[in-house]
């Protein structure tokens, strides 16, 4: 009952909802334009598995390089301007995209563009994140707020791949990119009208960051004052950040193979690749709802330790498989996992990271 009450009175906070409404929709473009790219890039390249690869590698390479600098930006510029200059330059792009693969332009100039709206997304993650806890209004909404953000993501998952095929089949590929855009413009006017300043009702305390007085917090600008701030978490941060770079590294594989394990592994054709899309999706959404039983508990040890459980199960069976259905369910175990170690590790670096250096530690695991 406690935890359907936490989750009932969130609903009351209207900036978080306004917010999580609007990210959705700019999910399910996000999830739309993903299924379009690797189609768009399947197809020019002539079914081209290593410029398959190279392509999802030079979408991860922005994260590398971009996300402590990003993380920077979070901490001394106004976040909620930070997320609405990404959602902005993104929607262009978008625009852009919808064009070149309109009039058939060159593979390389697609290309080149898919990793620039990368670049921005690199700073969408440090910002969000430490945007999200200034809209709770005590630490019990912060682990509620992370579940529900992820199920909606991972709703949109769903959604989103089953829209991108429902287009790609009447009406062509441009049309994707173009309601990502719109997506886009939908999320930028809700930015537009949240808060800048923190929810919570005291000002002497951090959101999300337990009972850290804002006075004590380091300096967001001043090495000194970073370091001390992130020097009592730091061996926290480094688990946490091994956790999530071994669980971005087989999700992010896992994701530009998907087109190749549907057409080449599982023989189920290009159209396999929504199915597999989807049962990514479901299991994510069962993984962030599921997390939302442990998330308002203190300890978050056992959601950590089942995620790193099921992931590992089911990128196994995967390797093994050759049929669609053990391969679908595969996928949904994997993302279970996947979900249940994402909010609980969100939710830990949230409530032991100061305010004034929440960006630079996010960056540093992005």
């Known amino acids: ?12 906070n209207r900036p978080l909802v306004r917010l999580l409404g609007g990210e959705f929709v700019s999910s399910i473009g996000d999830w739309l334009y993903l299924v379009a ?10 079914a081209d598995a290593v410029l398959l690869g190279v392509v999802g590698a030079a979408r991860v390479l922005p994260y590398v390089l971009l996300s402590i600098p990003a993380g920077i930006v979070a901490d001394r510029f106004d976040r909620r301007l930070v997320l609405l200059v990404t959602d902005v330059a993104r929607g262009l792009i978008m625009v852009v995209l919808a064009w070149l693969v309109a009039v058939d332009g060159p593979l390389w100039a697609v290309v080149l563009l898919a990793v620039l709206a990368t670049c921005f997304s690199t700073f969408f993650g440090p910002a969000i994140g430490s945007y999200l806890p200034m809209l709770v209004r005590d630490e019990r909404e912060l682990g509620p707020a992370n579940s529900a953000w992820s199920t909606l993501d991972n709703l949109a998952f769903v ?21 990502n855009a719109v997506s886009f413009g939908v999320i930028a006017v809700v930015l537009w009208q949240l808060p800048s300043r923190p929810q919570a009702p005291d000002a002497g305390t951090v959101p999300g960051a337990g009972s850290v007085p804002a006075a004590d917090a380091p300096a967001g600008g001043g090495a000194p004052g970073v370091r001390a701030g992130l020097r009592p978490i730091a061996l926290p941060l480094a688990g946490l950040t091994l956790v999530d770079v071994v669980a971005g590294f087989v999700f992010g594989g ?3 193979l998907t087109v190749m ?3 080449d592994q599982l023989g189920v054709g290009e159209a396999g690749t929504g199915y597999l899309n989807a049962a990514i999706g479901v299991g994510g959404i069962l993984g962030a709802i599921g997390s939302g039983i442990f998330v308002v508990r203190p300890g978050l040890r056992v959601p950590l330790l089942l995620g790193a459980l099921g992931m590992a199960a089911g990128a196994v069976v995967l390797g093994l498989t050759r049929s669609l259905a053990p391969a679908l369910v595969a996928f949904a175990v994997f993302e279970v996992g996947a979900m249940l170690a ?5 939710t830990i670096l949230q409530r032991v990271i100061p305010d004034a250096v929440r960006g630079r530690a996010l960056g540093m695991i992005a």
């Not at 009952?1 to 009351?12: A, D, E, K, N, Y």
């Not at 790219?37 to 002539?46: A, C, K, R, T």
């Not at 994402?342 to 969100?346: D, I, L, Q, T, Y």
């Open 342 to 346: 994402e909010v609980a590790s969100m």
């Open 254 to 256: 896992l994701g530009v």
């Open 261 to 263: 394990i549907a057409v």
């Open 159 to 179: 959604v989103g791949p089953a829209i991108g095929g429902l287009l790609i089949a009447a009406s062509g590929l441009s049309l994707a990119f173009l309601l």
């Open 1 to 12: 009952m406690t935890t359907l009450r936490v989750f009932r009175g969130l609903l009351s």
């Open 37 to 46: 790219l690797l189609i768009v890039v399947y197809q020019e390249s002539g």
